[in-house]
């Protein structure tokens, strides 16, 4: 993200339950969401966890006069939508998935329903006006398609996120309180081949592995889990999608992710079949 980044002066509340709680300088008006958005906790993930979104956004307005205004607010009966990029992440004893930031802040992950805390360890709520915490996205999916070009950010996915709770809008996106994640779009494999998996990338957090696309016939033996198998342990309805540039694919009942799976084992299959043939061919000369 640019810097320069301008902040317009507006907060929101997506209604949650009835109720809402708002971005104010000293508001007790704080009620919590409903109990069925609440992040899970106890599931072994880091308390102090860092929210960067798309590309740490970091310019805000100093201390002055605009800040101890009241924003004009705003109340969405729908959850806005956003973009952002992540890495996709499978626990380190394989039965957890989530998401970590592509930016300096984004260092530990979150899951598919989660709720942003301060990056700073800071005792307010996540998006603070004078801080710049929180979960962050971008209103144009193509703005952050275009994050996926640099060479850092290659290996990361698309993810297309509602926007929940607080929030706070500037020109390009919300920077906001909680989130989930509905759709990950992952991008070609490292070959140009369309994805079939998310395979171990080779690099993680303490106690969690990033994944990377992968074609079927990169995978080998890394550890990886299909489009499916990674959507299944994420739970609360994300799909997991195979972009690479190709046709949209039709919003069926899984069809698509059937078909990667069965790309996925066609393709290892091949892989063991060649490797028996050359077994066999040697045990023929010798
Ligand atoms: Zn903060
Ligand atoms: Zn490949």
Not at 47 to 68: E, H, Y
Request: positive net charge; glycine residues 14%.
């Amino acid at each position: 993200m640019p810097n320069g980044t301008s902040w317009v002066t507006m907060a929101g509340t997506v209604t949650n339950s009835g109720r809402r709680h708002e971005v104010g300088q000293g508001s007790r008006d704080r009620g919590r969401p409903g109990a069925a958005g609440r992040a899970r906790r106890g599931d072994g993930t880091p308390s102090r966890r860092s929210r960067r979104g798309v590309g740490g956004i970091r310019s805000r307005r100093g201390p002055g006069r605009a800040m101890r205004l009241r924003l004009p607010e705003e109340r969405p009966t729908e959850p806005p939508t956003g973009y952002k990029i992540a890495h996709p992440v499978l626990s380190q004893d394989g039965t957890r998935v989530g998401f970590t930031g592509v930016s300096l802040g984004g260092a530990l992950p979150y899951g598919v329903l989660d709720e942003a805390r301060c990056v700073y360890g800071l005792r307010h709520r996540a998006p603070h006006r004078r801080c710049d915490c929180g979960f962050h996205c971008v209103h144009d999916r193509t703005e952050a398609e275009a994050l996926l070009c640099t060479a850092e950010h290659r290996a990361a996915v698309l993810l297309e996120v509602s926007v929940l709770g607080a929030y706070i809008r500037f020109e390009r996106g919300f920077r906001y309180a909680r989130q989930r994640v509905r759709t990950a779009t992952l991008g070609p494999c490292g070959c140009g081949a369309v994805a079939a998996a998310l395979a171990d990338a080779g690099w993680g957090r303490p106690g969690w592995r990033a994944l990377t696309a992968a074609c079927a016939g990169c995978v080998r033996g890394r550890t990886s889990l299909s489009p499916a198998a990674f959507a299944r342990l994420a739970g609360e309805g994300l799909r997991v999608r195979a972009g690479s540039g190709v046709a949209e694919q039709p919003a069926g009942l899984g069809v698509s992710e059937l078909v990667a799976e069965a790309a996925l084992l066609q393709a290892r299959l091949d892989w063991f079949q060649t490797q028996l043939a050359q077994l066999d061919e040697r045990g023929s000369q010798g």
